[in-house]
């Protein structure tokens, strides 16, 4: 069985081969072309996607040494992403899955992160058998689920303003750091001191204006970003170059102390012995570590992809994409499907 992925909502062009349910390749090309503007202009990305498709494709399938007529199942993202974006994987996984007469599956990028505990490289990897606590973690997404034996999933929690993600990207632009800052910041923070400045956690046991923290996993990062600006603006830019490496670690460990406390008290509270952890910001070393401290203390295991299935990729999109047709739950060959650009997520009922 051979199912080819294809991920395409933001600003990766991604291909992936799936081979009896184990990864047989996983092309990303990233497009730097949204540096020169500090974040990713979605027309730009579109016409990056139409550029890079079909180089892409072909790499993923000649890296897993087989021809396109050897493969059975055409998977893409249908959404949420840009639609521009979207629209470009879709269109081409309809159109290939059509013409070589191949069964098609649109997949959620949302849901696809959420079961990327699943990506499997290897036979003797071992995903989560239980249910489990997903954080779903991105530039545009910071979300909490009870995910089920079955595969039904329940959001406890979500961002009421700005994502995670968004919050390192947005406070590194502040600092003068190259985008995407995310990644900027967490190798800036290994230097520097996270008890330097300390900024607010909203909606937490730290926030000093929020008593009703107890059972809300809602997210909130806007006032971050303000305290943030704030504090560059109370002091002279030769102050904050000095203190860089101190500013980017407390920052980090603002975000990724909220991210892990709520976590934990989901986890808790639903008395759930398992975490997974997806999505960008997933590849954070800081939030790693944190969250595999905090879920060891409390017997919770925990699991994080590899780097390379953390970001927007592919193989999350085919790896979905065979979990569900093994289990009866995919609806195949629905070309009337739209691209969308939003995420309709299922409430905490079915926890």
């Known amino acids: 069985m051979h199912i080819l992925g294809i991920e395409t909502s933001c600003d990766e062009t991604s291909a992936a081969v799936l081979?009896?349910?184990?990864?047989?390749?996983?092309?990303?090309?990233?497009?730097?072309?949204?540096?020169?503007?500090?974040?990713?202009?979605?027309?730009l990305a579109s016409r990056e996607h139409e550029r890079l498709i079909v180089s892409v494709v072909d790499a993923a399938v000649n890296e897993a040494n087989i021809q396109k007529n050897d493969l059975d199942v055409i998977a893409a993202t249908a959404g949420p992403g840009l639609i521009g974006a979207v629209m470009v994987g879709l269109c081409f996984a309809q159109g290939l899955a059509y013409a070589l007469r191949k069964t098609f599956v649109p997949v959620n990028h949302i849901e696809a992160h959420v079961f990327s505990g699943f990506?499997?490289?290897?036979?003797?990897?071992?995903?989560?058998?239980?249910?489990?606590?997903?954080?779903?973690?991105?530039?545009?997404?910071?979300?909490?689920?009870?995910?089920?034996?079955?595969?039904?999933?329940?959001?406890?929690?979500?961002?009421?303003?700005?994502?995670?993600?968004?919050?390192?990207?947005?406070?590194?632009?502040?600092?003068?750091?190259?985008?995407?800052?995310?990644?900027?910041?967490?190798?800036?923070?290994?230097?520097?001191?996270?008890?330097?400045?300390?900024?607010?956690?909203?909606?937490?046991?730290?926030?000093?204006?929020?008593?009703?923290?107890?059972?809300?996993?809602?997210?909130?990062f806007s006032g971050l970003k303000t305290s943030v600006l704030h504090y560059i603006g109370k002091h002279e830019p030769a102050f904050i170059e000095r203190h860089l490496p101190d500013i980017a670690a407390s920052i980090q460990d603002a975000i990724v102390g909220v991210l892990v406390e709520k976590t934990v008290a989901a986890a808790c509270k639903y008395n759930i012995k398992a975490v997974s952890v997806s999505g960008g910001v997933s590849a954070n070393s800081g939030l790693r570590q944190k969250m595999e401290e905090a879920c060891s203390k409390r017997g919770i295991r925990v699991y994080i992809p590899r780097a390379v299935y953390s970001t927007d990729n592919a193989a999350m999109i085919a790896t979905l994409a065979n979990l569900k047709l093994s289990r009866g739950l995919a609806t195949p060959n629905n070309y009337d499907i739209a691209p969308f650009a939003s995420f309709a997520a299922p409430g905490p009922h079915s926890a």
């Open 119 to 220: 990506i499997q490289e290897d036979p003797g990897h071992e995903p989560p058998k239980e249910r489990f606590i997903s954080l779903t973690v991105s530039g545009g997404h910071t979300m909490l689920c009870i995910v089920h034996e079955d595969l039904t999933y329940g959001v406890i929690g979500k961002t009421i303003d700005d994502a995670a993600g968004e919050a390192f990207d947005k406070t590194g632009k502040m600092l003068g750091l190259d985008y995407p800052a995310g990644p900027v910041i967490d190798g800036l923070a290994k230097e520097g001191d996270p008890k330097f400045h300390e900024f607010p956690r909203a909606l937490t046991s730290q926030s000093r204006t929020s008593k009703s923290y107890r059972d809300n996993f809602d997210f909130s």
């Open 19 to 43: 081979r009896n349910g184990h990864v047989a390749s996983n092309i990303i090309s990233s497009q730097l072309i949204h540096k020169a503007y500090g974040g990713v202009v979605p027309e």
